[in-house]
């Protein structure tokens, strides 16, 4: 009998996938492709952007990518980025579609 392998990867990545890791810092993110390849993510002013990715909905006014400070409530930086921060903390291990991190590569 003929078995049909499926497409696997020893990382566990669905394709088209990436994953969020933490780094070896502790305060570093790693973004991982189903492949393999990753990120390191080591700058705060990514966060955001990051945790956006993976589904952060911390700061809803769309005037700001928490980068600034909100333009709307006049939120801070460094409110919104420990926010960010806090979720990936909280969501490591998450995987989600690859919205083209690794396009290009
Ligand atoms: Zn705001």
């Known amino acids: 009998?003929?078995?049909?392998?499926?497409?696997?990867?020893?990382?566990?990545?669905?394709?088209?996938?990436?994953?969020?890791?933490?780094?070896?810092?502790?305060?570093?993110?790693?973004?991982?492709?189903?492949?393999?390849?990753?990120?390191?993510?080591?700058?705060?002013y990514d966060y955001a952007g990051i945790?956006?990715?993976?589904?952060?909905?911390?700061?809803?006014?769309?005037?700001?990518?928490?980068?600034i400070d909100c333009p709307v409530c006049g939120r801070k930086v460094g409110t919104m980025l420990a926010s960010a921060q806090n979720y990936l903390d909280n969501n490591v291990g998450k995987m989600v579609p690859d919205p083209g991190y690794f396009d290009g590569e």
């Open 51 to 67: 945790a956006s990715t993976f589904g952060w909905r911390g700061h809803t006014h769309g005037e700001t990518d928490g980068t």
């Open 1 to 44: 009998m003929r078995r049909h392998l499926r497409f696997r990867t020893p990382i566990g990545i669905p394709e088209g996938y990436i994953r969020l890791e933490s780094g070896d810092f502790g305060w570093d993110y790693i973004i991982r492709n189903y492949d393999g390849r990753y990120h390191l993510i080591q700058t705060d």
